[in-house]
């Protein structure tokens, strides 16, 4: 069965320093990832794709991609509250995204 | 781009009564669109897939007598919950796939909060 392993956290991280992410899978032909961000009661929100090996930066948020370790990590630089939500990895499988359990994030003022 | 709006956005009904959420997707066709339920501090479940013109696929354990989808165009599907209880109720949340730039990406809806009373 496939899987997407996340610690559920929460991660708590100083306003202003950089919260690291990380998320494994199971599935070695996985292709395509993607970050989501959940604030409580409000609907996830896709901030991050990456399909590729390497490093994609969009602002203050970068995924990092291996697929031969089999990870993906989100890393948001300059951290704010407004970023305190869970933060929840998917990645595409067959038919259907495969979903993390998602990591809670607490930036502290 | 790529907005998917839902509505209603919060219900309340009584214990036996039939409810309905929209979904569609304003922007882009969606290929594939999916119904997903969260309660509270839970992760999503994914309760059905569905593609334009063709039947749900289920996940197991979702009673598809209960939880109707019908997706009728490219742009449109609809949840309906029927004969209510309150155990139903939950976030339910519509999210719709296509391409959008580049890429093959799902997007969600905002949510429905349902109160079965």
């Known amino acids: 069965q496939k899987e997407v392993e996340q610690n559920s956290g929460p991660l708590s991280v100083p306003e202003g320093a950089i919260a690291s992410l990380n998320c494994t899978y199971s599935d070695r032909g996985s292709q395509s990832f993607f970050w989501y961000r959940q604030y409580s009661g409000k609907s996830p929100e896709l901030i991050m794709s990456i399909y590729s090996n390497g490093d994609q930066e969009d602002g203050r948020f970068t995924a990092q991609l291996n697929k031969a370790s089999q990870y993906v990590s989100l890393l948001i630089r300059d951290s704010q509250p407004s970023d305190s939500a869970t933060y929840l990895c998917a990645v595409k499988g067959n038919y259907q995204l495969i979903w993390g359990a998602g990591t809670k994030l607490i930036i502290k003022p | 781009g790529a907005v998917v709006s839902q509505h209603p956005s919060r219900v309340i009904c009584k214990s036996g009564t039939s409810v309905k959420i929209e979904c569609r997707s304003l922007d882009f066709q969606a290929t594939t669109m999916f119904w997903y339920r969260q309660f509270p501090k839970q992760s999503l479940m994914l309760m059905a897939t569905?593609?334009?013109?063709?039947?749900?696929?289920?996940e197991q354990g979702v009673e598809k007598d209960k939880f109707l989808i019908n997706h009728a165009s490219l742009t449109l599907s609809t949840l309906t919950v029927t004969s209510a209880h309150p155990e139903d109720s939950s976030f339910y949340i519509c999210?719709?796939?296509?391409?959008?730039?580049?890429?093959?990406?799902?997007?969600f809806g905002p949510g429905t909060r349902l109160t079965v009373l």
């Open positions: 999210s719709a796939r296509g391409t959008v730039g580049s890429y093959n990406e799902q997007f």
């Open positions: 569905s593609n334009e013109g063709s039947k749900a696929t289920y």
